[in-house]
């Protein structure tokens, strides 16, 4: 399984940015998906994650609370390619950001970086004040 995780770069704040991550050798429909970011000197923190298709319970992607309403996670199981669209960028929004997927089937706690089985080598996003 390969994560491959692009679209990072710098912007001035208040800017926009869309990551994406391509899989290989794994179906990202039956995964839950999510995205974290890491900055220097911090532990890995969650941003937002998107269950599986058929998971349990169902429901609407979640979000850290210091990213909702500017962060939008979505996938195109056609293309089997998990998105990250960042929008209103802050210095604090600077990291490194990380695709990651569930087991297949599995269902996990979102908000945990150890419930996540794959992971991709990361995106750095750099927004300037």
């Known amino acids: 399984v390969q994560l491959q995780a692009c679209g990072g770069g710098l912007v001035q704040a208040g800017g926009s940015l869309r990551l994406s991550c391509a899989a290989s050798g794994l179906n990202i429909s039956t995964s839950t998906m999510g995205w974290f970011r890491q900055a220097p000197g911090k532990e890995r923190e969650f941003v937002a994650a998107?269950?599986?298709?058929?998971?349990?319970?169902?429901?609407?992607?979640i979000y850290a609370d210091s990213v909702k309403g500017r962060f939008t996670i979505s996938r195109d199981n056609a293309k089997n390619t998990l998105y990250l669209q960042i929008d209103s960028l802050r210095p604090e929004d600077t990291a490194v950001y990380y695709c990651?997927?569930?087991?297949?089937?599995?269902?996990?706690?979102?908000?945990?970086?150890?419930?996540?089985?794959?992971w991709g080598r990361g995106t750095q996003v750099t927004v300037s004040s």
């Open positions: 990651s997927a569930a087991s297949p089937f599995f269902t996990i706690l979102l908000q945990i970086p150890g419930e996540y089985k794959y």
């Open positions: 998107i269950k599986w298709s058929g998971g349990a319970p169902r429901g609407a992607p």
